[in-house]
Nanobody
Framework: QVQLEESGGGLVQTGDSLTLSCVLS????????LGWFRQAPGKEREFVAA????????LYADAVEGRFTISRDNTKSTINLQMNSLKSEDTAVYYC?????????????????WGRGTQVTVSS
């Protein structure tokens, strides 16, 4: 059974940094495409960032480009999302997702595996 478990969410101030982590189990990490999505209250789930199998290819949403960094730690089967210069509009539940596609994927429907989410609240 494939499982994804997020951690690292919390309450921060505008301009702060925060790192989310997600551990994958039940599937070969190096052959799993991984991504982060988020959902703010009253809004649809949106793409944040994605990493291809090898980690050498990444994709970011325009809203986070230059502020967020996605990275893989193959030794720990973990995908991280480093978030800098946080804004109030980054407040959302952040979800880790896994896909069977080798390349980066920015579409939620392409991800077969999902974590339960972790809350990030940015206070101004």
């Amino acid at each position: 059974q494939v499982q994804l478990e997020e951690s690292g969410g919390g309450l921060v101030q505008t301009g702060d940094s925060l790192t989310l982590s997600c551990v994958l189990s039940g599937r070969t990490f190096s052959r799993t495409g991984l991504g982060w999505f988020r959902q703010a209250p009253g809004k649809e789930r949106e793409f944040v960032a994605a990493s291809a199998w090898g980690g050498d290819s990444t994709l970011y949403a325009d809203a986070v480009e230059g502020r967020f960094t996605i990275s893989r730690d193959n030794t720990k089967s973990t995908i991280n999302l480093q978030m800098n210069s946080l804004k109030s509009e980054d407040t959302a539940v952040y979800y880790c997702a896994g896909s069977e596609f080798a390349h980066t994927v920015g579409i939620a429907e392409k991800y077969a595996y999902w974590g339960r989410g972790t809350q990030v609240t940015v206070s101004s």
